[in-house]
């Protein structure tokens, strides 16, 4: 790193001046000139040294997200001024919401604040009029977050609920474009889409399957629990009618910080999930739907100084850093003989995790191994009669982490 990036990494870094700073690197006349490529371990080591997450290999953001220094310094210091009542700090939701509208590629308006995709998704699924008969189509490895939603209004109205088996590991784009296809039918509404999904980390073809979707009437409702953050994102080009996400993952938000796409075409159309002040009120937008009674503002003071964190580093390169990461993963893995790859081989529709299976050896074991030995956390993929081990690799892990994670998965197969 040259020696003008670690100064100015220092000055973006210490915490008290670390928010104004990061701010005002919104103004493109001030913002900072691109920090070194994806592959620049002093700026990572500095980027890692924000973090809280150091005992040991942290290999689960796919589940949480280890949140900042300045994101936890952020919330802490509005959670304490708001106690103190008289010296309470400003949040301005009206700010976050452009921010974050810019980060994903959405017009403000369109964004509500949810606490997360379980939120979401049920928020989309019991707010549209669907009818008995009317089916809605997912893969068998859906998160229950996006699938007992469904489950809930199937039950409840006499819906279908329809799953087919994805490919695994999935090929390419095409593989997964015509699974989704061939299942459609003349009774389906609802496309039900997790944009990568958790069990393979695959990457699903949002952009053609809506397309596809809408010249046919069929509504698309996408389970994006995992990119923003770690995909560069642009999710009204996407072309889906929703999109449910959690923030508190891979952007590194506080937990509990959520958003719910909801396309123009829908924004005055969707029943909200919780009615209160303005529910009815059209003119209000994504914010009716953000009308639910009292909540911890400070949350969202967080959720803002995460993406004022990831803009300082820049999606492209967290994404190629993350993404990196688990290509490296995933070479180091394939040579170990006795695993199985069930994520994809091909780069394109890998993303930042990597599941695999390891013969002889159940998930669960993996798991406590891995666990003794580094300890490493990982996510043990259990539903559906699955069994796979899944990493997550984000800018706070290193080549160092990856290439020891393979030499204990190798040592633990041949055990
Ligand atoms: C694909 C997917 N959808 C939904 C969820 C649920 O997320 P949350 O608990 O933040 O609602 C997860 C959580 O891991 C997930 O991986």
């Given at each position: 790193m040259r020696r003008r990036d670690l100064v100015r990494m220092a000055a973006l870094f210490p915490a008290a001046a670390w928010l104004p700073r990061v701010a005002a690197s919104r103004d493109p006349a001030r913002s900072m000139p691109l920090p070194p490529p994806s592959d620049?371990?002093?700026?990572?080591?500095?980027?890692?040294?924000?973090?809280?997450?150091?005992?040991?290999?942290?290999?689960n953001t796919g589940t949480y997200g280890a949140c900042p220094k300045p994101v936890l310094d952020a919330l802490d210091a509005h959670e304490h001024a708001f106690e103190t009542v008289f010296h309470q700090l400003p949040f301005d939701a009206h700010?976050?919401?452009?921010?974050?509208?810019?980060?994903?590629?959405?017009?403000?308006?369109?964004?509500?604040?949810t606490?997360?995709?379980?939120?979401?998704?049920?928020?989309?699924?019991?707010?549209?009029?669907?009818?008995?008969?009317?089916?809605?189509?997912?893969?068998t490895q859906e998160h229950v977050g996006g699938r007992c939603c469904w489950e809930l209004v199937a039950a409840r109205h006499g819906l279908v609920l329809t799953q087919f088996a994805p490919p695994v590991p999935a090929a390419d784009e095409d593989a997964l474009f015509d699974a989704w296809t061939s299942h459609v039918g003349p009774k389906t509404k609802v496309l039900s889409i997790q944009h990568v999904f958790f069990s393979t980390g695959a990457i699903q073809p949002v952009r053609r399957l809506a397309a596809w979707a809408r010249e046919r009437g069929v509504i698309t409702v996408v389970d994006g629990a995992h990119p923003p953050g770690m995909l560069a994102l642009d999710i009204q080009d996407l072309g889906c009618d929703f999109y449910a996400s959690s923030p508190h993952k891979w952007l590194l938000a506080p937990?509990?910080?959520?958003?719910?796409?909801?396309?123009?075409?829908?924004?005055?159309?969707?029943?909200?999930?919780?009615?209160?002040?303005?529910?009815?009120?059209?003119?209000?937008?994504?914010?009716?739907?953000?009308?639910?009674?009292?909540?911890?503002?400070?949350?969202l003071v967080g959720f803002q100084a995460a993406v004022a964190f990831h803009d300082a580093i820049g999606t492209e390169r967290i994404e190629g850093r993350s993404r990196g990461l688990a290509t490296r993963l995933d070479a180091g893995l394939r040579t170990v003989p006795q695993v199985r790859m069930v994520s994809p081989s091909n780069p394109d529709?890998?993303?930042?995790?990597?599941?695999?299976?390891?013969?002889?050896?159940?998930?669960?074991?993996?798991?406590?191994?891995?666990?003794?030995?580094?300890?490493?956390?990982?996510?043990?993929?259990?539903?559906?009669?699955?069994?796979?081990?899944?990493?997550?690799?984000?800018?706070?892990?290193?080549?160092?982490?990856?290439?020891?994670?393979?030499?204990?998965?190798?040592?633990?197969?041949?055990?």
């Open positions: 620049d371990e002093a700026y990572w080591a500095e980027v890692r040294r924000q973090f809280l997450v150091m005992d040991g290999i942290f290999m700010a976050l919401r452009g921010q974050l509208a810019a980060l994903v590629g959405a017009p403000p308006e369109t964004l509500a604040f606490r997360n995709t379980t939120e979401g998704m049920n928020a989309v699924a019991r707010g549209l009029d669907l009818q008995a008969g009317d089916e809605i189509l997912l893969t937990k509990g910080c959520g958003f719910l796409y909801i396309s123009p075409g829908w924004i005055d159309r969707l029943w909200p999930l919780i009615a209160s002040g303005g529910w009815d009120d059209l003119s209000l937008k994504a914010d009716r739907f953000d009308h639910v009674g009292t909540r911890n503002d400070s949350l529709i890998r993303s930042a995790m990597v599941s695999f299976e390891v013969e002889g050896k159940t998930g669960t074991e993996m798991q406590q191994r891995l666990w003794a030995m580094g300890p490493v956390r990982t996510r043990h993929v259990g539903e559906d009669n699955l069994d796979y081990t899944r990493l997550s690799t984000h800018i706070y892990n290193t080549p160092d982490e990856v290439d020891r994670v393979v030499g204990m998965v190798g040592e633990i197969a041949k055990s």
